[in-house]
């Protein structure tokens, strides 16, 4: 089974927003979440996960603390079937990036 391991970033903003998005023929591994205050202020993040084949939301993190200049790291696996999702939001606009190391894996390749 051929997967890729890839980087992807967001900033955020106040509304609620998809960082990651599980491809067309792709399930997905994320393995590592990094999340950065760029700014001198204290913010919080909330991040929900969207199951595109139930169309539910489920909470992940609800106004987590993240204070100035630093980083919070989350290293559990979460896996994403085709199409679900991975949404965040910031208490303030523009104060968090969040970047994922995610594994994806072509569903076509492995008979499903």
Not at 25 to 43: D, H, M, P
């Amino acid at each position: 089974m051929a997967t890729k391991s890839r980087t992807y970033n967001k900033t955020l903003t106040l509304s609620k927003e998809d960082v990651y998005t599980a491809p067309s023929r792709f399930e997905a591994v994320i393995k590592s979440i990094l999340i950065s205050n760029i700014t001198a202020t204290r913010s919080t993040i909330s991040v929900d996960f969207y199951k595109s084949l139930d169309l539910s939301t489920t909470e992940l993190i609800k106004d987590l603390i993240v204070e100035p200049n630093s980083i919070v790291q989350i290293d559990n696996a979460l896996h994403l079937e085709v199409k679900d999702a991975l949404r965040a939001s910031a208490s303030a606009a523009t104060s968090l990036v969040v970047s994922l190391l995610v594994e994806e894996s072509n569903v076509s390749q492995i008979g499903i």
